[in-house]
């Protein structure tokens, strides 16, 4: 069969869980095609959008939006790679699938990331769930014990005035993060607690408005990111796996992410691409730092791309459809990336070209 060209005219159309659906109810007329070679997304997240859909319907959304090389990712779990891989050979497009996670520094007592305890990785790509399960088995056991310590955490340190206990079926479903846990806090809140702005309170550094459609995201950076976070989880290997035992269950498919920060360790990128090797990651996820949103975001990608061809690192490029507003692809016809394309298509033509193992 050709290739999918868009998705259908109005998203609203679509169930947000797209992949028990039959393929040929919701693929488009492949004579309509709209798909642009250019437009990429190699790090669409499926299990930490702000929509609840899973994977195929964040591959029906790109699609629609003319993007024409997708890839996905999930947090922990690589369950959904069956999904996409079914949709990819009915297709024949080929859809890179990826596990991300958050893991402990490299080494005991190392800080070469400027968030220890905190750094994210990414694993793939994988080609069935199968496959990816000896990793995804061991960060879906951490992730579940990661959330019922931040719930007893919001319990024990906040006055609700109810108890709050997650929604483990819909979590299951929609994935056991830390973003979907702190929307189904935030929601369970807004149902339950007599005054919701008062338990907002009682967060220092919580001040967005309960209404914006970020709010969720701004209570799990409050609660459990900052450094005096009530339930930022203890950084050990009862929480989290680590770096070592990641690469080595990734079936060195490991990448480390880089999303464009410019302090702390991570600012010296010669010594983090050095290191990151010796460590054992294969390549890296170049995020640009929020979308580029100034110049001098946009000049230190552009910086960080340069050292890349340089060194020629493999990378995997995209963005994060994690948040509402954020870009849903690059396009690499446009500056930074236009003035790289030749070193970039390398990079792509690996990803969407060898069959992953």
């Known amino acids: 069969m050709a290739s999918p060209l868009s ?4 998203p609203a159309s679509l169930p947000d869980r797209l992949a028990k659906v039959p393929f ?45 090389r997708v890839g996905v990712v999930a947090f922990d779990s690589g369950d959904y790679v069956d999904e996409i891989a079914a949709l990819a050979r009915y297709t024949g497009d080929p859809i890179p699938c990826f596990i991300e996670a958050l893991a402990l520094t490299p080494g005991e007592g190392e800080v070469w990331n400027d968030l220890p305890g905190r750094m994210y990785i990414e694993a793939g790509p994988f080609a069935s ?9 061991a960060l879906k056991r951490l992730a579940r014990r ?24 819909a979590l299951t479903i929609l994935g056991v993060t830390e973003a979907n846990l702190c929307r189904d806090f935030v929601g369970a809140v807004k149902a339950h607690a007599m005054d919701p702005a008062a338990i907002w309170r009682q967060l220092p550094g919580l001040d967005a408005n309960p209404e914006d459609a970020n709010f969720a995201r701004a209570f799990r950076n409050a609660a459990t990111v900052a450094d005096d976070a009530i339930a930022r989880v203890p950084p050990t290997a009862e929480y989290y796996l680590s770096t070592e035992a990641f690469i080595r269950l990734s079936g060195d498919r490991a990448l480390y992410m880089y999303v464009g920060k410019e ?21 890296v996820c170049a995020v640009p730092q929020r979308n580029l949103d100034t110049y001098e975001h946009a000049a230190d990608f552009e910086r960080f791309l340069d050292l890349l061809a340089e060194t020629n690192t493999f990378a995997v490029f995209g963005t994060e459809v ?30 969407y070209s060898d069959p992953p193992a």
Not at 35 to 59: C, E, F, I, S, Y
Not at 146 to 169: H, I, S, T
Not at 263 to 283: I, K, M, S, Y
């Open 7 to 10: 998705a259908p005219e109005s």
């Open 129 to 137: 769930s199968a496959g990816a399960a000896p990793l995804s088995d």
């Open 146 to 169: 990661r959330a019922e310590y931040q719930a007893a955490r919001w319990n024990d340190a906040l006055d609700l005035g109810f108890e709050y206990q997650p929604d483990w079926e």
């Open 263 to 283: 302090a702390g360790e991570e600012a010296d990128r010669a010594r983090l691409l050095a290191r990151a090797r010796e460590v054992g990651f294969g390549g």
């Open 24 to 68: 040929p109810d919701w693929l488009p007329n492949p004579e309509a095609r709209t798909l642009k070679p250019q437009l990429l997304n190699a790090h669409a997240h499926h299990d930490t959008n702000p929509w609840g859909w899973d994977g195929v319907r964040m591959v029906a959304e790109l699609w629609r939006r003319g993007v024409a």
């Open 322 to 351: 994690n948040a509402h507003g954020q870009w849903w692809s690059l396009d690499l016809s446009r500056v930074p990336f236009s003035a790289r394309s030749e070193w970039m298509e390398a990079n792509l033509r690996r990803l």
